[in-house]
């Protein structure tokens, strides 16, 4: 089908539009280095700049900004990207800002919800499948895998993963690490356990679940360190592939877990320079 472009809008005469592309009431596309692939919808008033691709089927919803330039003393002027995979949908007033680093990228993968207001800063790496409710902030460095769900007005610092099939509360300040399919919240975080109900929406067996609750005990609600509780697991459980996942998270984390007791958090010290050089 043809593409829909009102009359108001502002597009770069040299940035690529694909096909049964629309482009609403006074959006903007302001850069020659944007590609909008096929069945992409920009919605009135957004704002797309900078070297940024918007995938096949996403839908850029009023006011959002993306691929603008990130909010790191550090950068200067380099060539950075954001990279929107295919059918996501960026809600209102979501601000998306492009790297840190000559050539790095944001990503957003596949299949995400962004939902409004949230905040995805330079050098974030988002899996397929991710939910970020209202008013999620996401600073520098962070990296969430599949699946996971981030409550509203949670905000997560720097350098901070969120496993795959993790489900955070709202409302939760976020400094460490959170391991794949656990479920946790409140103000101090605490863990509730394994994300049950969403493994059993997946698919998951229940031997997978019942594994992984072994693990969640063994590290988070026993009196072994985090070594000594990762060597158990691997001695005593089934090597599924989400055991194994759940052990590599753990094993190499840099700036330690939510809620653990006795971990060593040597590497986020070392870490300390990289946060004292961020704005966010």
């Known amino acids: 089908m043809p593409n829909q472009i009102h009359s ?39 704002y797309i700049d900078g070297y940024t691709t918007v995938g096949d089927g996403s839908i850029i919803y009023p006011f959002a900004s993306i691929g603008t330039r990130p909010q790191d003393l ?27 680093g000559e050539n790095e990228s944001v990503e957003v993968g596949d299949d995400c919800y962004i939902m409004t207001s949230c905040h995805i800063a330079h050098n974030c790496k988002l899996g397929e499948h991710v939910i970020m409710s209202n008013g999620v902030q996401l600073a520098g460095h962070i990296t969430v895998g599949d699946y996971a769900i981030i409550g509203g007005m949670t905000g997560v610092h720097q350098f901070v993963r969120i496993g795959s099939y993790a489900m955070v509360g709202g409302f939760c300040p976020i400094h460490y690490d959170i391991p794949p399919y656990l479920v946790g919240g409140q103000s101090p975080f605490k863990f509730g356990g394994v994300n049950t109900v969403g493994l059993k929406r997946h698919g998951f067996s229940l031997k997978t679940r019942s594994e992984l609750f072994k693990a969640f005990k063994w590290i ?28 590599d998270f753990c094993r190499s984390s840099k700036r330690g877990l939510m809620e653990k007791r006795n971990v060593d958090r040597t590497h986020y010290h070392k870490t300390k320079e990289l946060d004292d050089n961020h704005e966010e």
Do not use: M, W
């Open 8 to 46: 108001t809008a502002i597009i770069h005469p040299h940035a690529i539009l694909g096909d049964n592309v629309t482009v609403e009431a006074y959006a903007i596309i302001n850069s020659p280095h944007i590609v909008i692939e096929n069945n992409v919808t920009i919605k009135a008033h957004a």
């Open 74 to 100: 550090k950068y200067k002027g380099e060539n950075t990207y954001v990279k929107i995979g295919k059918r996501c949908q960026i809600r209102e007033y979501v601000t998306i800002n492009s790297s840190t």
């Open 220 to 247: 988070f609600r026993s009196p072994l360190t985090l070594s000594e509780g990762l060597k158990k697991i691997e001695d005593e459980l089934e090597p599924l592939p989400e055991i194994k996942e759940f052990v």
